[in-house]
C-alpha cells in the first residue's frame, strides 16, 4: 500500500515537471503555430475514422449494444482510479495473450499492464505541452515525449510511423483542438518474473 502511494507521488511529480518542461520548450518551439480549419478536420478524420485512436484512448461504458466509448471523456486515457489488480501481469497461461479492462484502457500481458495515454489537450495532464515536433518523434521512435519511456502494446505505432509528417502533423492539430481533460493516466506496471 505505501509502496503504491510512494509510486503514484512519484507519478504526478513526474507528470508535473514534464508539464512544466513542456511549457517552458512550447514557448521556443512551434507550438505556437496556428492550424487552419481543414489541417484541423483533416487531423479528426484521420484519429477518428483511420487511427480508431477512440477504441483504446476513451473510456468505454457498457451499452445495450456493447462497450461504447464515453464521448465526454473523449482521448482522456485510462482513468487515474483505474482498478486493475486483476489484470494479469507478466507470462499468460493458456491460449491468452492479453487483457482488457472493462473501460477498454487497461492492456495487461507478458509486457505487464500498459495504460492508454491522455491525448486530450490538457497541459498538466494530456498532451497540451507537447509541440508538433514531440508527438511526431513519440509515434516515430515508440517512445513517450518522443525520447522517454517505450510506447507499449497495444498502440500500434509501428505502423502509424509510417504515416507522413504531414498527417502527423494533422492529427496534432486535431488532438489540440478538442476538449482538454484533466486525467493522471496510471504508470506502467512492469511484469512479474
Same mark, same amino acid.
Given at each position: 500500500m505505501l509502496a503504491t502511494k510512494c509510486a503514484m507521488a512519484m507519478l504526478v511529480a513526474v507528470v508535473l515537471l514534464f508539464a512544466v518542461i513542456g511549457a517552458t520548450? #512550447?514557448? #521556443?518551439?512551434?507550438?505556437? #503555430?496556428?492550424?487552419?480549419?481543414?489541417?484541423?478536420?483533416?487531423?479528426?478524420?484521420?484519429?477518428?475514422?483511420?487511427?480508431?485512436?477512440?477504441?483504446?484512448?476513451?473510456?468505454?461504458? &457498457?451499452?445495450?449494444?456493447?462497450?461504447?466509448?464515453? &464521448?465526454?471523456? &473523449?482521448?482522456?486515457?485510462?482513468?487515474?482510479?483505474?482498478?486493475?489488480?486483476?489484470?494479469?501481469?507478466?507470462?499468460?497461461?493458456?491460449? $491468452?495473450?492479453?487483457?482488457?479492462?472493462?473501460? &477498454?484502457?487497461? $492492456?495487461?500481458?507478458? $509486457?505487464?499492464?500498459?495504460?492508454?495515454?491522455?491525448?486530450?489537450p490538457d497541459s498538466a495532464t494530456g498532451i497540451g505541452s507537447w509541440t508538433e515536433s514531440m508527438f511526431i518523434a513519440a509515434i516515430r521512435n515508440g517512445k513517450y515525449w518522443g525520447s522517454g519511456r517505450d510506447l507499449l502494446p497495444p498502440m500500434p505505432w509501428q505502423t502509424y510511423r509510417n504515416m507522413s509528417d504531414n498527417d502527423l502533423g494533422e492529427m496534432f492539430a486535431y488532438l489540440q483542438s478538442i476538449k482538454p481533460v484533466k486525467n493522471v493516466v496510471p504508470a506502467p506496471i512492469p511484469p512479474k518474473h
Open positions: 520548450n #512550447k514557448s #521556443k518551439n512551434s507550438a505556437t #503555430k496556428k492550424y487552419s480549419a481543414a489541417e484541423i478536420k483533416r487531423g479528426g478524420y484521420i484519429i477518428n475514422a483511420v487511427g480508431a485512436c477512440n477504441d483504446c484512448h476513451t473510456p468505454h461504458v &457498457m451499452t445495450p449494444q456493447g462497450p461504447a466509448p464515453d &464521448m465526454s471523456r &473523449m482521448l482522456s486515457g485510462a482513468p487515474e482510479n483505474e482498478m486493475v489488480a486483476d489484470l494479469p501481469v507478466g507470462n499468460t497461461s493458456g491460449s $491468452w495473450m492479453a487483457a482488457v479492462s472493462a473501460d &477498454m484502457t487497461a $492492456w495487461g500481458g507478458p $509486457w505487464g499492464v500498459s495504460f492508454s495515454a491522455n491525448l486530450s
